[in-house]
């Protein structure tokens, strides 16, 4: 233990004692690295214990944290003693020993047995007579104790007074003692600093652990170097303006709730302000010679302005209440620092703050105590640069999370108004029948269009990637893994783009959002080329609201499963839809419909509701009218894809061979297909020029016929009577047999 | 083809009051539409088929609803259609919307317009709550009154306002095609008098209009029947009656009686063979019990799976309660 090499080098420390304030070490001259361990040496049992209170409560198992060390027991004279050692030091008299001399005259004051030996020792009656003036005078109330000594003490101690533990409520009156250098008032109960104001050479004023509850009557000693205050009732740092050659200021265990009134302290070396009221540290301005800054058990959040101070080394700052390390981010811009500690703070639980502190602080030597290796270094600038790009790869995530947010926010809003257009347009429909119905999707589309348009292939090598995403102001493409999203109508044409054959292959969940069902209709058979293996199909705000709609999905190659989000499809409030469904893409021999299992039941139960239908559509179908339908289901697919890709003749055929195939789907439901609204509409047109002209035709036809029919009719009523007229003549002709054989041979002799 | 009638007016006249112009006109409008595919197997035949369809009546199936609504042969073929398609969906007690059967008959007829749907189901629920489930056969007859008597049904609904409005109607009807005019209800604004109209002068414009009325309209002696039975009545009160009426169904035609309703023993045989060679399910279909006995011989509604789908109710197949109390509030 320390104490132990202390005390075996007492005897001649006591020597040194006793030879008065000899010793002197002046730290400046010592080399830096002699002088750290000097401290740490001498410090530890001694009085800069109290201000470096790490120091001091690591070696006493941090069991008395920043408190002083009160209890009277043996290491109270240690208080004492350090403030010898500490006069010494500052005094800059004289440097007589090396640091080991030094270590060996702190050790002396522990080895003086007892307080009183230590007052015999230093200031033989002094503090008794003291004591007794005290009592004397007490009980006359206006006047103050005046203490007096000795001129023998005088001349022996003449720089020194220790008035410890003496039930003080008042600094006495310490007359002809200006030369004066050392004040100890430690353990009384004086609540004000009085009386002192002519000690002008007073360097170390000693008032730890009193009741002052201000800092007053201290502008008087401007050769004041130490000032412990530490253990008071200070609720505020001020009167510190003429103490500029300040050099240690304790404050230790008072109220204070922030740094104020010390900017102008340039020598101060020491500021101990733990066990305090702080909330926050700033305001440090000036402080161009501290190196020790002491903030340990307050309630600090945040750091500010460290990086303002110079000088500083050791910045301790455990058991406060940081939780991030932003808020003492200007640590990072100290280039002194090389001790700092955190422990005690939620920051210190934090699995990252280690190697955030160490990557930030790269002057840091030690961090909570413990010295920083080269391996920790490396560690930490490893895990922080893996951190970093964590960071920065979840910052692009959740900057693309937001702009897919605000895409889809902006499609819905789109959707939203291009429904409200539609419902207004439909009910003007219904309103003015006469007027042709007008496309509501069409006009809206068109003022669609014009948004950009992003030109890219949608992935080229990124197949593992899972995002490849393409925003647009108005529509959303996603490929996350095997799922391929779409909002928004302009969605849709990125269908038409190449899509590498991996990707392509991937997918198998197709998900469709704010698109009109109809406008899907038009993309499958691209969609069933582009993505073969799409096995998924999601539908959500899609209008999907009649059965038949359904039809138009037993084109596909196949589907697994269909989700049909009931938000914006009605069709999902039918009784009927899921069997419907099932009926129509039975070729499929679905497994899943909005996430529940197919049961032979549902197929049983979807047969037996649409069975019939099927059978009358198949059967009964008159023949003419079968060939026309499939015909057009044929020449519709064929048209989606003209209309879309005219210009890619080699796809079109190869869709063409693939129409005519026409799925292997079951042909009794072949027959019941989904025509888009758009193209019926134009398939009734068209129904109607042809009727018209049928018609006239007809028309002529008939009235041709009817015309016919009247002159046979009449030709008819006629008939008989000619007959009969015809024969008349004929027989009045050939009643005389002679005559008319005349008559007969003359005609034939008049031919030739 | 031969009777007197023919003969009292000119040919075209009686063609196309007879609507085989209809028919012809389509005939050669399909045959335009496919004449590469009837080429093939011959004009001839084409007709044969054309009008043999014609005659079975499922020349309408899947046709666009201008055609269906063009005669009154089509309108009952239509009608007889979504009766045989969906009877499967009555028979198995489902209660739908009036949105769904709307989807039902589109399946039949892809533009077929919600508006003689909502006028078919406001006769079911004769008020405005349109988003109540009904029975498929009390949808089907009122469906049945709507479809096939649309343009009379328009006409009475303009005199019956009138009449509500105190107007004499017998001196011009102008029927309106502006539906939905009689939909509001008369302003009671004198709450003494009672809903409706006085069935006498009901029945005296309806005759005045049958006469006149060049649409097909509902036997007179059967609308007489139904206004002799009660004092006043409304519109809906009228339709309601007149949609129940079974001698109304049986001189239209196309569906069968009330209690029949579900009976259709041939297309019952069809789908226990369809049921059968479900894709995929061969193997499962003997498993299942129901399925294992003879199709023919079970009832369809004993011991096979015909419930509700997913209302438990009970299966109201007689008919609608609100219509039942509303009729006898009018007798």
Redo the contacts between chains.
């Keep these: 233990m320390i104490p132990g090499k202390y005390r075996s080098v007492s005897g001649r420390a006591a020597n040194n004692v006793n030879c008065g304030l000899h010793l002197v070490i002046q730290p400046s001259s010592l080399p830096e690295k002699n002088k750290v361990e000097f401290k740490l040496n001498r410090d530890t049992p001694s009085f800069p214990g109290r201000l470096l209170q790490h120091d001091l409560e690591r070696n006493y198992s941090s069991r008395q944290g920043d408190g002083r060390v009160i209890s009277p027991s043996p290491r109270n004279k240690s208080s004492c003693i350090s403030s010898t050692t500490n006069l010494t030091e500052l005094c800059g008299l004289e440097m007589k020993t090396t640091t080991s001399s030094l270590s060996a005259f702190g050790d002396s004051s522990i080895q003086t047995p007892s307080k009183s030996r230590i007052r015999q020792g230093c200031h033989s009656a002094g503090p008794n007579i003291s004591g007794d003036h005290i009592n004397l005078v007490n009980s006359s109330m206006p006047s103050f104790p005046i203490l007096q000594h000795s001129s023998e003490e005088k001349s022996l101690y003449s720089d020194r007074l220790t008035l410890e533990r003496q039930k003080l409520t008042v600094c006495p009156i310490i007359d002809g003692e200006e030369h004066l250098r050392l004040l100890n008032f430690q353990h009384n109960f004086i609540t004000r600093i009085q009386n002192i104001s002519n000690l002008q050479r007073l360097i170390f004023l000693d008032l730890y652990d009193n009741q002052i509850e201000e800092i007053s009557g201290l502008s008087t000693l401007r050769s004041l170097r130490v000032l412990l205050l530490g253990k008071n009732r200070i609720k505020k740092i001020s009167n510190l303006e003429n103490l500029i050659n300040l050099d240690v200021l304790d404050l230790h265990g008072n109220q204070i709730t922030k740094i104020e009134n010390v900017n102008h302290l340039c020598d101060l070396r020491v500021l101990n302000l733990a066990r305090n009221l702080l909330s926050h540290v700033d305001n440090l301005t000036g402080l161009d010679s501290l190196t020790e800054l002491n903030l340990r058990h307050n309630q600090i959040a945040f750091v500010r302005d460290v990086d303002h101070l110079p000088s500083l080394q050791r910045l301790f700052l455990s058991f406060n209440n940081i939780s991030s390390f932003d808020s003492v981010s200007c640590l990072a811009d100290s280039t002194s620092l090389s001790d700092i500690t955190f422990d005690g703070n939620p920051i210190a639980q934090e699995s990252w703050y280690k190697h955030t502190v160490l990557q930030n602080m790269t002057q840091l030597r030690q961090l909570d105590m413990r010295r920083i290796t080269e391996e920790e270094r490396r560690m930490a600038s490893v895990v922080a640069k893996k951190e970093e790009e964590k960071k920065r790869e979840s910052q692009k995530q959740s900057l693309l999370k937001e702009k897919k947010r605000l895409t889809i926010n902006n499609v819905a809003r789109h959707w939203d108004l291009q429904q409200r257009v539609a419902n207004n347009a439909t009910n003007q429909d219904?309103k003015d029948s006469a007027s042709p119905p007008q496309d509501p999707c069409q006009t809206e589309g068109s003022t669609i269009s014009p948004f950009p348009e992003d030109t890219g292939a949608v992935d080229s090598g990124l197949t593992s990637a899972l995002q490849s995403l393409s925003v647009i102001d108005t529509h959303l493409v996603e490929v996350d893994g095997d799922t391929l999203s779409l909002y928004g109508s302009g969605a849709l044409e990125s269908l038409d783009r190449n899509w590498s054959v991996q990707t392509a292959g991937m997918i198998t969940t197709v998900s469709f959002t704010f698109i009109e069902f109809d406008e899907i209709v038009q993309v499958l058979p691209k969609l069933k080329i582009k993505l073969p293996n799409s096995l998924h199909l999601k539908f959500k705000e899609t209008n999907l609201?009649?059965?038949?709609q359904f039809n138009a999905l037993a084109q596909l190659r196949r589907i697994d499963q269909l989700t049909v989000d009931p938000q914006g499809n009605?069709?999902v409030?039918?009784?009927?839809w899921k069997?419907y469904v099932l009926f129509r893409l039975?070729?499929f021999?679905m497994q899943k419909i909005n996430g529940t299992e197919v049961t032979?039941?549902d197929?049983?139960?979807a047969?037996?509701?649409?069975?019939?239908?099927?059978?009358?559509?198949s059967s009964?179908?008159?023949?003419?009218?079968l060939?026309?339908?499939l015909?057009d289901a044929r020449k519709k697919q064929f048209r989606y894809l003209l209309e879309t890709k005219g210009k890619k003749p080699g796809i079109v055929n190869e869709e063409n061979n693939d129409s005519k195939r026409l799925v292997g789907e079951?042909t009794n439901r072949a027959?019941?297909n989904?025509?888009t609204r758009e193209f019926?509409n134009e398939k009734?047109e068209d129904?109607k020029e042809?009727?018209k002209?049928?018609?006239m035709?007809?028309?002529d036809?008939?009235?041709e016929?009817?015309e016919i029919?009247?002159k046979n009719e009449a030709l008819q009523k006629l008939w008989p009577q000619m007959f009969i007229e015809l024969v008349r003549d004929a027989v009045i002709e050939t009643r005389n047999k002679n005559s008319y054989m005349k008559l007969c041979l003359q005609q034939i002799t008049d031919q030739k | 083809m031969l009777s007197p009638e023919r003969l009292a007016q000119p040919d075209y006249e009686y063609l196309a009051q007879r609507h085989v112009l209809t028919y012809m006109e389509d005939a050669v409008y399909q045959l335009l539409e496919n004449r590469e595919d009837i080429s093939q197997y011959g004009i001839a035949r084409f007709f044969m088929d054309y009008f043999n369809s014609v005659c079975q009546g499922t020349h309408i199936l899947f046709r666009e609803f201008s055609f269906i609504q063009a005669t009154p042969h089509n309108r009952a073929s239509f009608l007889r259609a979504f009766w045989r398609c969906f009877r499967t969906v009555g028979k198995n007690g489902d209660l739908l919307t009036m949105r769904e059967y709307h989807c039902l008959l589109q399946l039949l007829c892809p533009d077929f317009p919600l508006e003689l749907t909502q006028k078919a189901a406001r006769i079911v629920l004769m008020d405005d709550a349109m988003d109540c489930l009904m029975s498929f056969s009390d949808f089907l007859f009122a469906f049945q009154i709507q479809f096939y008597y649309s343009e009379f049904l328009d006409s009475v609904a303009a005199i019956y306002q009138d009449l509500l409005s105190g107007k004499n109607p017998n001196t011009v009807i102008v029927p309106t095609s502006s539906s939905g005019q009689y939909r509001q209800r008369p302003a009671l604004g004198e709450a003494g008098v009672p809903e409706g109209v006085e069935a006498s002068l009901f029945y005296q414009c309806l005759e005045n209009l049958c006469d006149r009325h060049k649409y097909s309209c509902p036997p007179l002696a059967l609308v007489k029947e139904i206004l002799n039975g009660v004092q006043r009545l409304t519109f809906y009160g009228f339709l309601g009656t007149l949609s129940k009426h079974p001698g109304i169904n049986q001189a239209l035609g196309a569906l069968p009686d009330k209690a029949d309703l579900m009976q259709d023993p041939a297309m019952d045989e069809e789908l226990e063979r369809l049921l059968a060679q479900v894709p995929g399910l061969v193997p499962a279909v003997t498993a299942t019990p129901e399925l294992g006995c003879p199709p023919s011989r079970t009832p369809p509604r004993v011991g096979s799976p015909w419930r509700p789908l997913h209302h438990p109710r009970k299966v109201d197949t007689e008919s609608d309660g609100s219509t039942e109390e509303t009729d006898e509030s009018e007798t």
């Design positions: 219904r609201a009649m059965l038949q009605p069709v409030n039918f009784t009927l069997y039975s070729h021999s032979q039941n197929m049983i139960m047969e037996r509701l649409f069975g019939i239908l099927a059978h009358v559509a009964e179908l008159p023949q003419y009218h060939i026309s339908i015909g079951n027959t019941l989904y025509t019926y009734l129904i042809k009727k002209f049928c018609k035709y007809i028309e036809l008939v009235k016929a009817t029919n009247m």
